[in-house]
């Protein structure tokens, strides 16, 4: 978890300490703890909480990050995902601050569950309404936006939301200049159903469906 978090300021997908990464272990969740610079971070600072409760109890010598009820919620309800990942990526942010879903402006969009990515309506960071916006925006997909936030990205392990949110941050970078140059062709529901059939061979497409 700390390698993660380590390599998503790396790679400019993060800045500071405002990104957040959770994993599923056996019946709890092991989440990063609030507002700790990274490269100070030691395993036995991250927060475990029990996945049976939704009271906010934690073990651990420091609070859990301030998005635990989003991950907590998500890790609840999608059996299948593993971890979470949640940061503020530069095109990902700009996006999700015009609340601009991701249309199918490029096959990848596919590589997130259907023919688009879209963007959960604003509530006020680390509430469980904005967890409720972020389900809702979820639903049959392993990535969205949070209006005037960022984005979240899942995965069945940590290593593949790691690679879904740079993927995400990816195509919000290409459908951004595309508006600078008049907007995308986008493609269209046949040809992103097409799209999903394939990557069910390639093995990228597992966690959501359309």
Same mark, same amino acid.
């Given at each position: 978890?700390?390698?993660?978090?380590?390599?998503?300021?790396? $790679?400019?997908?993060? $800045?500071?300490?405002?990104?957040?990464?959770?994993? /599923?272990?056996?019946?709890?969740?092991?989440?990063?703890?609030?507002? =700790?610079?990274?490269?100070?971070?030691?395993?036995?600072?991250?927060?475990?909480? %029990?996945?049976?409760?939704?009271?906010?109890?934690?073990?651990?010598?420091?609070?859990?990050?301030? *998005?635990?009820?989003?991950?907590?919620?998500?890790?609840?309800?999608?059996?299948?995902?593993?971890? !979470?990942?949640?940061?503020?990526?530069?095109?990902? =942010?700009?996006?999700? #601050?015009?609340?601009? %879903? #991701?249309?199918?402006?490029?096959?990848? !969009?596919?590589?997130?569950?259907?023919?688009? !990515?879209?963007?959960?309506?604003? *509530? /006020?960071?680390? =509430?469980?309404?904005?967890?409720?916006?972020?389900?809702?925006?979820?639903?049959?997909?392993?990535?969205?936006?949070?209006?005037?936030?960022?984005?979240?990205?899942?995965?069945?392990?940590?290593?593949?939301?790691?690679?879904?949110?740079? *993927?995400?941050?990816?195509?919000?970078? $290409?459908?951004?200049?595309?508006?600078?140059?008049?907007?995308?062709?986008?493609?269209?529901?046949?040809?992103?159903?097409? =799209?999903? /059939?394939?990557?069910?061979?390639?093995?990228? $497409?597992?966690?959501?469906?359309?």
């Amino acid at each position: 978890m700390i390698d993660g978090c380590l390599e998503m300021n790396r $790679q400019g997908l993060n $800045q500071g300490t405002s990104g957040n990464i959770s994993v /599923r272990y056996k019946d709890r969740m092991l989440i990063t703890p609030s507002a =700790t610079p990274y490269e100070s971070m030691k395993p036995e600072m991250m927060a475990s909480m %029990p996945l049976a409760k939704k009271d906010g109890a934690w073990d651990g010598p420091l609070k859990p990050s301030t *998005e635990w009820h989003f991950h907590m919620d998500i890790l609840r309800k999608r059996s299948e995902i593993g971890a !979470v990942v949640h940061l503020h990526s530069p095109y990902a =942010t700009v996006l999700a #601050i015009a609340r601009k %879903p #991701i249309p199918a402006c490029h096959y990848m !969009v596919a590589v997130f569950g259907g023919s688009d !990515v879209r963007c959960a309506g604003y *509530e /006020r960071y680390g =509430t469980e309404a904005l967890s409720r916006e972020a389900l809702t925006a979820l639903e049959g997909r392993t990535a969205c936006l949070l209006a005037n936030h960022g984005m979240i990205a899942l995965g069945e392990s940590l290593e593949k939301a790691l690679w879904t949110a740079v *993927e995400l941050e990816t195509l919000a970078r $290409q459908y951004f200049n595309s508006l600078l140059i008049g907007g995308p062709v986008l493609l269209s529901e046949s040809e992103i159903d097409e =799209t999903l /059939r394939g990557f069910s061979d390639y093995g990228l $497409q597992r966690s959501a469906g359309k």
